[in-house]
């Protein structure tokens, strides 16, 4: 099997049969579970049902993917709280809004006044707070190594006194980690490879060795994500766990030396609540001292409490720790769906529930 490389050919029926045959020759002949922690992953699968392809007992679960999902109702809360402070303008990405809190979600606390802004960046913020220099502008900076060197950027890059930060953002290899404590029957990751474009290939190599786990980071075009399949598979019949890379078009084994450098510049590793898990240590990146001045917590003086975690029903811990599928959930399409989510899966694009919802019939597992 050789990488995806031509971009011309990512989706060429053709290697996708062949593909599809490497697979069928690779099956483990027994339950095999896969977990990728990507919802642009899940998307991929849903969407070109590339489950009804794996070999009989190949299962692919979605993990603590989505950053949405895995944000700390606790941190909601504080959102929430800071939004409905006089002069303040709270901005955060759009799949935040409706994501629920203990009493409000945003969206709710918009409803009720908040001045609620839906930005793209942490750079969109700053140019708010530029534009309203008589109020307070937080950006709620949520998401992975993905999105966590533009928050960097912006928290050197000397932004406006008015401008501060409510920093959630987290770490995935600890959370790899956390689930294999919690989730012993997963034998393979599928890395993300936007993640993995900052953090490089190389960093899953601890996790590989010390738990003896096939890493194998993968792209998101349908023949990625098949070809990273395979290699798992092959990785588990060969009776091997290492790190592939499959995804070399965008991936290095060092990653992007650059943002990492911004990430540990303005950042520090912090331990941090995932929704659904709990406390991960050394998982989340919180402020440095040096630039406590930008930190929304201490400006405001508010501290994350505690909040009950999901409404009763719901199965979102369990579908983030790859124990169970959307459609295990009673409430998945009746009283839980896009328009009205129950739970913090159903939100968003990148929430596991939501992508099932969307893409309708149960994909195969
Ligand atoms: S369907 Fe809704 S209630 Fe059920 S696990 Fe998913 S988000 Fe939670």
């Not at 928290?155 to 401008?163: A, D, E, I, Q």
């Not at 987290?170 to 953090?199: D, Q």
Request: proline share 8%.
């Amino acid at each position: 099997m050789t990488a995806v490389t031509d971009p011309f050919r990512l989706r060429d029926p053709a290697r996708a049969e062949k593909l599809a045959r490497t697979l069928r020759r690779l099956a483990p002949g027994r339950t095999v579970k896969l977990v990728h922690v990507c919802g642009t992953h899940e998307a991929a699968i849903a969407e070109h049902g590339l489950r009804s392809l794996l070999p009989e007992g190949v299962e692919v679960y979605e993990g603590p993917g989505c950053p949405v999902c895995v944000t700390s109702t606790a941190d909601i809360n504080v959102a929430v709280k800071l939004a409905l402070e006089k002069d303040v303008v709270l901005c955060t990405f759009g799949d935040m809004l409706r994501v629920p809190g203990s009493e409000l979600t945003l969206e709710e606390a918009r409803a009720q006044g908040a001045d609620v802004r839906v930005v793209l960046s942490a750079a969109d913020a700053v140019r708010i707070a530029r534009e309203n220099p008589r109020k307070e502008v937080v950006f709620f900076a949520v998401g992975f190594e993905t999105t966590a060197p533009a928050t960097a950027a912006v928290l050197l890059g000397s932004p406006p006194h008015n401008f501060s930060v409510l920093c959630s953002h987290k770490l995935i290899p600890p959370a790899l980690e956390a689930l294999l404590r919690e989730n012993t029957a997963v034998e393979g990751f599928l890395a993300p490879g936007h993640v993995s474009v900052i953090i490089g290939a190389d960093a899953y190599r601890e996790l590989a060795r010390k738990h003896r786990i096939p890493v194998v980071v993968g792209g998101f075009e349908p023949l990625d994500v098949l070809y990273a399949v395979a290699l798992l598979l092959k990785q588990l019949r060969d009776g091997r766990a290492e790190v592939e890379n499959a995804y070399p078009r965008a991936v290095r084994p060092e990653g992007n030396p650059k943002a990492k450098e911004l990430m540990g510049r303005a950042f520090e590793v912090v331990d941090a609540v995932w929704r659904g898990i709990g406390t991960i240590p050394t998982s989340g990146l919180g402020i440095r001292e040096e630039l406590s001045r930008f930190d929304a917590r201490k400006k405001f003086g508010v501290e994350a409490g505690v909040g009950m975690e999901e409404p009763p029903g719901c199965r979102c811990p369990e579908v983030i720790m790859a124990k169970a599928v959307p459609t295990d959930c009673p409430l998945f399409g009746t009283a839980c769906t896009p328009l009205s989510p129950v739970g913090p899966c159903m939100v968003g694009a990148e929430g596991a529930c939501a992508i099932w919802y969307k893409y309708g019939e149960r994909p195969r597992l």
